[in-house]
């Protein structure tokens, strides 16, 4: 019984970090139709500008959390928007659509060659900034919840701004039909450096409080946003509340199975997960079915 | 490109018909044969270990590229577990030969039998899923090859590797020339070649139609998912191949050996190289691992950021890759002009000898629909697409269906070549009933179709734009097969993206005349035609009824078109017919006169 707690806290806990890179993706996908494979790179990056950033135990010269928190946040977010331009560029001459596969990957390992320079190539163990709660006769950090409510509040952050502002119901609008939002006007590139933008501020916002429940270690960072990518699928690409339920559902699974059976399944697991989820419901759980034009 | 000036020569010669190589793709055939044979040749010489083992390594990893730019390029499949297969060969061979005790030769055999399995594996969800999804779960597939090797450590020995001893294949033939290197370069070579003869057969055409556009090759009789898994498999030919060869080279296997980034490095060299030229993976291999890994090898540290720089800024530079890039720098120094010219398909046809007229005749004497179909309903979600629809379409006529947007005419083209399928309903063929048959079941009683908008390859010539369906049997008989191809060579210097919009329509039109069809579906023919171009079209459709007595049903906008071509009209709406019959008969009734308002041919 306390086994299956811990379980189910620490799989949600692990899988709202999935779900918000679901929601990251989701939000550059549906603005631009790109599948941004930098993002685990940039959730490494946050994770790295933490752990550089976060106050050590002795407090000399240290910044209080909410200013490494808002710091981290920056960051990221110029340098996904920075990212999110290098992408676009050559997408806006050459009539070869695909060009973002190449070059969000060789972002990737750009990202993280820079950073295996900055801290080598280990995990970081990052501080858990909230300390602890007992639950089931342990002590669970309240990373766990905090990294939770995050997922709900970025939801519903981005149904409110997508609603409420001119620039949200343009975004939303790109996620129609990119061709005609251009026809009516509304000029693409910058919102879709905006929705880079956004993705980053999620990721930044994702690696403080989530390095501490996954670990960041930089040759992992392509298992991060395949994993999300899952996460978005499973929930149907673009759907951010598919995103949403799906993620910890995701998380809870791994983490049940690799208690059972060890670590090493968890990758082999998750493959399982997409190739089932594609073969019955290719649409995602929330997904909606497009017809296809012949 | 195609530089051939055929077309002097036209009548008085038929091509050969077969040929491995198309004559334009032999320079850069022999050119990259030659690439590989001095990249090993020229170490060897000089008597430098260290280059002549990098070359060898890297004529492996092009042998797995090259397989991959069939898949890539050819038949359009996003595979990011190129490494994978070759990475599952590479390792059960080790097994094999350096744990279980087989003889290098048994062990190479089921190393190659592996990696098979785990190309098919690979290939498996190609069927259900397509473009970034399967890139998606191929990488998924990538990045757990490793962690299934340490899931079964007892068994794979994945924390030390395998060690496999050199065998009798790393002996001297003659000279310093070991049979390993001979072995590696003629499989190198060997690929290369592949990928030339498949570019220029009609099984790459094949590919390629089905890879681009899968309900356009089932309407052409094609298999998409066959072939989808057919390409797959020479691609893990290709990467089995270079495991079993990897193995022989370095003689030690590690899963670290074998991750997601050796797939990502193969795909790399395919798109950066040039996806869908035969240099291209040799360019691509020379600029993302010769270039990093050895070239560089003093600012080894570096390696990665070179790498993803070289990566983007190649892309920038030239988004067709490193190969596409050079061509097109050199084709506007050259400042020729690419061999143009038009297709007169309806010149063509009206060479016809009468024979075609009399069958059509002769049908019409019986009465005999070919084709009826009764009460199709469809429904998509909440829209009743087809709503008890029937429509019969006689033999040697031309039947248009008209009417407002989202009335179910193209639903109904669909149903009625198999693309969609209704829920209620029966389509009679030529008497039979094929309401089961699917679209390529469909194509093969005869019934050929084109789509809205041109379904046209702009690198392929005209000739190999027509000539991509499934090779037909009795094709040799037939009139219209020797017309085309008294037109072959003609059409095959013609570079298809030179052709105008309207020609490309004729071109879908002949490409399914080559299929001999009974029926053919157009789905708005006109559209983005020009009025000359309309007036030819019409008169294309003519020459087509006459000439091979098959009938037309096409959906149409142009209502002066329609009123001019088509011998019968059916007025679609609602997913049902209003009014069907003759030009002349129908005139008169008010559904018509208010959808043809304006139409001047309409008299009062």
Request: charged share 15%; net charge positive.
């Amino acid at each position: 019984m306390d086994e299956a707690v811990i379980i189910l806290i620490r799989g949600i806990g692990s899988g709202a970090v999935y779900a918000l890179v679901a929601m990251s993706l989701n939000v550059i996908y549906n603005a631009t139709g790109v599948l941004n494979f930098a993002q685990g790179q940039l959730l490494v990056v946050a994770g790295v500008l933490t752990y550089l950033w976060y106050p050590d135990s002795s407090g000399a010269g240290s910044l209080p959390w909410i200013a490494v928190l808002l710091a981290v946040t920056l960051v990221v977010t110029l340098v996904s928007a920075l990212q999110g331009w290098l992408t676009l560029l050559p997408m806006r001459s050459g009539s070869d659509q695909h060009s973002w596969i190449i070059t969000t990957i060789a972002a990737s390992i750009v990202i993280g060659a820079v950073m295996v320079f900055v801290i080598g190539p280990r995990t970081l163990a990052l501080k858990n900034p909230f300390g602890f709660f007992p639950l089931a006769g342990t002590q669970m950090p309240y990373v766990y919840l905090a990294i939770s409510v995050l997922a709900v509040v970025v939801h519903v952050a981005l149904r409110w701004f997508q609603r409420r502002y001119l620039v949200g119901l343009a975004l939303n609008a790109l996620s129609q039909d990119l061709d005609a939002a251009k026809t009516a006007g509304i000029s693409t590139l910058p919102l879709q450096i905006l929705s880079f933008a956004i993705a980053g501020a999620i990721l930044g916002l994702t690696g403080y409080l989530g390095g501490h429940v996954i670990g960041i270690a930089e040759s992992s960072a392509l298992h991060y946003v395949i994993f999300g990518f899952i996460v978005a699928v499973v929930g149907g690409l673009g759907n951010n509340t598919g995103a949403l339920v799906a993620g910890p559902v995701f998380g809870v699974l791994l983490m049940f199975v690799s208690f059972q059976v060890g670590g090493s399944v968890e990758i082999p697991l998750a493959l399982a997960v997409i190739v089932v989820v594609l073969m019955l419901r290719p649409e995602g759980i929330f997904g909606r079915l497009h017809a296809r034009r012949v | 490109m195609a530089s051939r000036a055929t077309t002097e020569r036209v009548p008085t010669r038929v091509p050969r018909t077969r040929r491995l190589v198309r004559p334009e793709l032999k320079r850069e055939l022999w050119l990259s044969i030659a690439i590989v044979t001095l990249a090993v040749a020229v170490p060897l010489v000089s008597g430098s270990t260290y280059w002549l083992q990098a070359m060898l390594l890297a004529n492996v990893y092009l042998i797995a590229a090259s397989g991959l730019n069939i898949l890539r390029s050819q038949a359009e499949q996003m595979s990011f577990g190129q490494g994978a297969v070759l990475g599952v060969s590479a390792y059960t061979m080790a097994l094999a030969i350096g744990v279980w005790g087989f003889s290098p030769f048994n062990g190479a055999l089921l190393g190659f039998a592996a990696g098979m399995m785990a190309g098919l594996l690979m290939s498996l969800p190609s069927l259900r899923v397509q473009g970034y999804y399967l890139a998606l779960v191929t990488m998924a597939g990538a990045l757990a090859l490793p962690e299934v090797f340490f899931l079964f450590e007892d068994q794979t020995r994945a924390t030390t590797g395998v060690n496999v001893l050199p065998s009798g294949i790393n002996d001297i033939a003659f000279w310093r020339l070991d049979w390993l290197t001979i072995v590696i370069l003629a499989c190198s070579i060997g690929s290369l070649v592949l990928t030339g003869v498949v570019r220029s057969s009609r099984f790459g055409r094949q590919l390629r139609v089905a890879g681009a556009s899968p309900e356009a090759a089932a309407t052409l009789g094609l298999r998409p998912g066959r072939l989808r898994l057919l390409a797959f498999a020479l691609a893990s030919v290709c990467a089995s191949l270079a495991g079993v060869l990897y193995v022989l080279l370095i003689q030690y296997v590690a899963p670290g050996s074998f991750t997601l980034a050796l797939s990502i490095l193969l795909y790399f060299v395919v798109v950066i190289g040039g996806a869908g030229t035969i240099a291209g993976p040799i360019a691509g291999v020379v600029v993302l691992y010769i270039v990093p890994e050895v070239g560089l090898v003093s600012l080894l540290d570096y390696r990665l950021l070179i790498y993803g720089m070289i990566a983007y800024i190649v892309i920038f530079l030239m988004p067709d890759g490193v190969v596409g890039g050079l061509r097109r720098v050199a084709s506007s120094l050259r400042k020729k002009a690419e061999p143009g010219g038009g297709i007169a398909l309806a010149a063509l046809l009206m060479n016809a000898p009468p024979a075609g007229a009399r069958a059509q005749a002769g049908a019409r004497e019986t009465g005999a629909a070919l084709l009826k179909a009764e009460n199709l309903t469809a429904r998509f979600g909440r829209v009743q697409a087809l709503d008890g629809i029937s429509i019969e379409i006689g033999r040697g006529e031309i039947h248009a269906i008209v009417g407002p947007n989202g009335s179910g005419k193209t639903t109904l083209l669909n149903a009625l070549s198999g693309l969609v399928t209704v829920d209620q309903g029966t389509v009679w063929f030529d008497g039979e009933d094929i309401t089961p048959v699917n679209a390529g079941g469909r194509a093969a009683r005869g019934l050929a179709r084109t789509f809205q908008t041109p379904r046209v390859f702009g690198d392929m010539t005209v000739w190999e734009n027509v000539d991509c369906g499934p090779s037909r049997k009795r094709s040799s008989t037939d009139w219209i097969e020797k017309a085309l191809q008294g037109v072959r060579a003609q059409w095959d210097g013609i570079a298809a993206h030179t052709l105008p919009h309207g020609q490309r329509r004729s071109l879908e039109i002949a490409r399914a005349l080559h299929r001999a069809p009974t029926l053919l579906a157009l789905d708005e023919p006109a559209a983005g035609l020009s009025p000359a171009e309309r007036q030819e079209l019409s008169s294309l459709l003519r020459a087509v009824v006459a000439a091979t007595g098959a009938s037309v049903v096409m959906v149409e906008h142009d209502l002066e078109l329609v009123w001019n071509a088509a011998d019968f009209i059916s007025v679609v709406d609602a997913g049902k017919v209003l009014v069907t019959g003759r030009p002349a008969d129908i005139r008169h009734m008010p559904e018509i006169r208010q959808l043809f308002a304006g139409v001047t041919d309409v008299p009062g």
